[in-house]
Structures are given as structure tokens and as C-alpha cells.
């Protein structure tokens, strides 16, 4: 029998210069990254940071929108730039060395400010699929809000001034199937074991060469012999089944070890969450057009599927645990619960199929290869609904958030307050706040009228001055740190994977502390 042929150099050295990452999110994620287009607003210290985070890991292309040059500030803490670059392109200098980092990455640069750009062409964000924003003005975050808002496109804004960082997510609906959990339930259905897992069961004789899901299954059918349920609920009737096991084993038979470990984590999973039963309740799974995106036609394939074929269970995934066990043993039971997951799989696919000819959609919308990602995951999926940055710019505007965090002094939301106030200040003066002896006092005279606004008290004395004393400098730590966050935010996003934060990433880096909230 001839060896398969080898892999392409050019496959070969890519998989070689991404393998850990694409250990973290899969080809598919890599796929998605190397596609994505990014831009950045304002070459920063922070937005170069956060643009080195993702060019690192190949994301496909960054724009850089400046119309600043580089001054001797800049290169005090900007990496990215150097000595000689001073009087020049912001935009061009950064976007240069970034490129080098990774050869794989198309890097641009838009040299003008970004309120002419807006005027001048309004539809230059239509071909991004996110956009940061540091250093911003007032108007320009809100103007920005609004826009990708109906465009529909994330938009990230950071600040980074001196010892105090933040970032804020704005996204209307991020779906995404592979949330990866901290706590992943096992779907092993013992309770309600298939037709073809309870065959295969009861035909495996208990050795200590068989897995212990085989133990564990033969122990459990004796436990619930006298008993009104086929599974323990509680800690004493847990106790009962590993007593039972333990009483059983012989010397050295790891798998009944195994399987007295796994009694507390083998009796969950395979229904629907109540997370997961507000998706399949939600209305945009309900009520499927044209327009839905392919992810809620997958919820609603789910849904029908678990009323019908699955009688209340969701699609197997089909993944099951490592074990102890002889090869032969584990590739068989294995098998049992790939074969049924592919089952479940296809079951879901047929009705994808009838949904998108319902709504008129090519069948090609969604693949075989993705109903079966989509139902090994289906248990953990979420929905991401944020809210939009120019509604905190408003004067109705009232978070609960701030009055109830504020009330417990050291909460890092007055970090972010302190940061708005900052922010108005520069809009009113035309500068930010740098003068110790006099900007104090304005700094906070103004920060009482905003707060006002959001029924809160003045600025401490002690984060006023802090302020003042920064002058708007960047500290290249801080916006690396910041940058090396948000950089993470980034990738979520764009490869649709793990859960981005909600909404409002605070960092003090004095105390070295972190904290998200929900504006």
C-alpha cells in the first residue's frame, strides 16, 4: 500500500507557523482571521498594540486612517516608530512596520483625519469587518456610533492615558457556535441510552481492559433496579453507585477507578439549557426570511429536531472523553457514538435543507461540514446583543450600573467616568487636561456638571488631579497590556469564537486590577 502524498510546502510552512493557534480555534478560525480586513483609527501607541495582536496571528489586511505626523512624543512611546520618523506620515510609518512583523498581512494607510474622511467618503467603512477607534473625540465616537451601528459593523473604542486604559464594544448581534466553555457538560446519554448504545452495552462483557463509560453503564442499570429513576440525583444516591463499583473491583483495575471519578460528571447534558431555550424561543428563530442569518436557520433546524427526532434531546455531539481501555474496546464504543452523531447530523441537515428552500436560499448557504459543527456545539451556543456607544452620549442616557457601582467606593467604573470627563474637557477646551494647579479644578467642576446629567456625584479629588497630572501621555506598558486585551477581543469576533466582553473593559494599572461592565 503506497504512503499518502505530503502536504504542499506552502500548506506545510503555514501550518507549521500557525499550529498554535489554530490549536486554540481550529482552520476554520484561521480561515476566518486570514479573511477579515481591519481598520484603525488614529496610529497610536494603544492602536499599534492592539494592530500588532492580530497581524501576529496572519489576520488578512489593516487600514490605517491618520492625518497626524509623527512627533517626539510619538516616538517616546510608540514601538512602531523610530528617531527618523519624525515630520512624517503617522500612517505610513506604523503601517510600514507593522508589516514586517508577518509577511502574510496586507497593510494600507489612509493619511487624513478621520472627521474629513467621514465627510469625504462616507462609505469608506463599508468594507471592514470591524473598526478600532483610540484617541477619538466626542463627536467622532458618537458620529462613528451611529454609522457602523446601521452598518452593522463592530466597533471598538480604547483609550489609553497614562496609568488608566479602557475599551468599548459596540455590536447589534454576534452569533456564535463555538463558545468554548469553561465547564463543558458530557453528553454520554446514560439516562436515555440510543438503541445502538444499549446494544453495544450489553454485548461488551465488564474486564479491566473495557472503558469505564462500559463499567459505569453496567453498574448503573444494576443500581436503578429498585429505584424510581434510571440515574442518582443527589449526593447519597451518588454515594450508592460508587460504593456499588468500589465493592466490585479487583487490584489494579484503573477503569472502575475511572468510572467511580466520573459519576458526579456523567448524568448531565443533552438537553437544552435555559440559555439555549431563550435562542430556540427567540423570534429571529421563529420567524426565518430572506434575510436571517445562516446561524438562526441552524437554531431552527435545532429546535424542529429536538421536538421531533431527538423527542427533547439535542443532536448527539459525539465526542466522548479520553479512557483507559484497550484500543480495540474504545474505537468500538466510539464508533457507536460518532455513528449516531452523524445520524443527528444529517437528520438536522435534511431540515436546513427544507428551511433554505422555504426561503428561497441556495442550498449551498449552509454545508454539510457546518450542520456538523453547528450540532456538536449546538448545547453551548450564544447570542451577543449590544448596545449602541452614542446612546451613553446622550443627556437622558441612565445606566443603573453606575449608580450601583459607584456606591461601593474603589469600582473601577469611576475609572470610565473619569475617562468621559476627560474627554468632555478636551471638547470644550481643545486640549486635554495637563496643568495640575489649574485644570483640577476645571477638570472637575466640568465632570460635575456631566455626572449631573447621570445623576452622579463629582470626580474624587485624588483621580482629578491623576488625570491632570498624565496630561493625555501614553505609557507604552499600559496601551501594550490594553492592546494585547483587546487584540483578543479582536480575534473572538472575527473567528466567531469564545464570548467577547459585555461591554466595557476598565484597566488600572496602579493597582493592576481589570474589571468589564455592562453600560
Not at 484617541?135 to 480604547?158: G, H, M, Q, R, Y
Request: net charge negative; aromatic share 8%.
Amino acid at each position: 500500500m503506497s504512503s499518502p502524498a505530503p502536504k504542499s510546502p506552502e500548506v506545510s510552512d503555514k501550518s507549521k507557523k500557525y499550529d498554535r493557534q489554530i490549536r486554540l480555534w481550529g482552520e476554520h478560525g484561521q480561515q476566518a482571521l486570514e479573511s477579515a480586513q481591519v481598520c484603525l483609527l488614529n496610529a497610536t501607541c494603544l492602536g499599534t498594540e492592539i494592530l500588532k495582536g492580530i497581524v501576529l496571528p496572519g489576520v488578512g489586511g489593516f487600514t490605517i486612517v491618520d492625518g497626524r505626523v509623527v512627533t517626539e512624543e510619538d516616538v517616546g512611546c510608540n514601538f512602531f516608530l523610530e528617531p527618523t520618523s519624525v515630520g512624517q506620515s503617522r500612517a505610513q510609518c506604523c503601517s510600514h512596520l507593522l508589516q514586517e512583523l508577518n509577511p502574510d498581512v496586507n497593510g494600507d494607510y489612509v493619511d487624513e483625519n478621520i472627521d474629513s474622511l467621514l465627510v469625504n467618503n462616507p462609505d469608506f467603512f463599508k468594507n471592514f469587518d470591524l473598526v478600532i477607534g483610540t484617541a477619538l473625540s466626542e463627536k467622532s465616537i458618537v458620529t462613528l456610533s451611529n454609522k457602523l451601528w446601521d452598518l452593522n459593523i463592530p466597533f471598538l473604542v480604547c483609550r489609553s492615558v497614562g496609568f488608566l486604559g479602557s475599551a468599548r464594544l459596540q455590536i447589534r448581534e454576534h452569533c456564535i457556535i463555538e463558545s468554548h466553555p469553561d465547564n463543558r457538560s458530557t453528553d454520554l446519554r446514560l439516562e436515555v441510552p440510543f438503541p445502538a448504545l444499549r446494544e453495544h452495552m450489553n454485548s461488551v462483557t465488564v474486564t479491566p481492559k473495557v472503558p469505564w463509560l462500559v463499567v459505569l453503564y453496567k453498574f448503573l442499570q444494576e443500581w436503578a433496579k429498585d429505584k424510581p429513576h434510571a440515574v442518582p440525583k443527589n449526593y447519597k444516591e451518588k454515594t450508592e453507585l460508587r460504593e456499588l463499583i468500589r465493592n466490585a473491583m479487583g487490584k489494579d483495575e484503573e477503569n472502575h477507578e475511572e468510572a467511580i471519578k466520573a459519576v458526579n460528571s456523567s448524568f448531565s447534558g443533552g438537553k437544552a439549557s435555559s440559555n439555549l431555550q431563550k435562542l430556540l424561543d427567540d423570534p429571529q428563530c421563529q420567524n426565518l426570511k430572506k434575510e436571517s442569518k445562516p446561524f438562526w436557520i441552524l437554531v431552527r433546524a435545532l429546535k424542529d429536531f429536538v421536538a421531533n427526532e431527538g423527542h427533547g434531546w439535542l443532536p448527539l455531539p459525539g465526542i466522548l472523553p479520553d479512557m483507559t481501555a484497550e484500543t480495540a474496546f474504545y474505537i468500538a464504543l466510539q464508533n457507536v457514538y460518532r455513528n449516531q452523531a452523524l445520524a443527528d447530523a444529517d437528520s438536522i441537515y435534511r431540515r436546513v435543507q427544507q428551511l433554505l428552500k422555504e426561503v428561497n436560499l441556495p442550498c449551498d448557504v449552509i454545508t454539510e461540514k457546518d450542520v456538523r459543527l453547528f450540532c456538536r456545539e449546538a448545547a453551548h451556543i450564544s447570542v451577543h446583543r449590544g448596545s449602541r456607544i452614542a446612546d451613553e452620549y446622550e443627556k437622558a442616557y441612565k445606566c443603573p450600573a453606575f449608580g450601583d457601582c459607584l456606591e461601593v467606593s474603589g469600582t473601577l467604573i469611576e475609572h470610565y467616568v473619569a475617562l468621559r470627563a476627560m474627554e468632555r474637557f478636551h471638547t470644550e477646551h481643545g486640549c486635554l487636561p495637563a496643568e495640575v494647579e489649574t485644570d483640577t479644578a476645571r477638570l472637575k467642576n466640568l465632570s460635575g456638571k456631566l455626572f449631573s446629567e447621570m445623576n452622579l456625584s463629582s470626580l474624587s479629588d485624588e483621580l482629578a488631579h491623576e488625570l491632570c497630572r498624565y496630561g493625555g501621555a501614553e505609557v507604552h506598558s499600559v496601551s501594550s497590556f490594553l492592546g494585547g486585551c483587546v487584540a483578543q477581543e479582536v480575534i473572538k469576533i472575527i473567528t466567531k469564537q469564545f464570548k467577547p466582553i459585555n461591554n466595557t473593559f476598565i484597566y488600572n494599572a496602579v493597582k493592576c486590577e481589570t474589571a468589564t461592565y455592562e453600560l
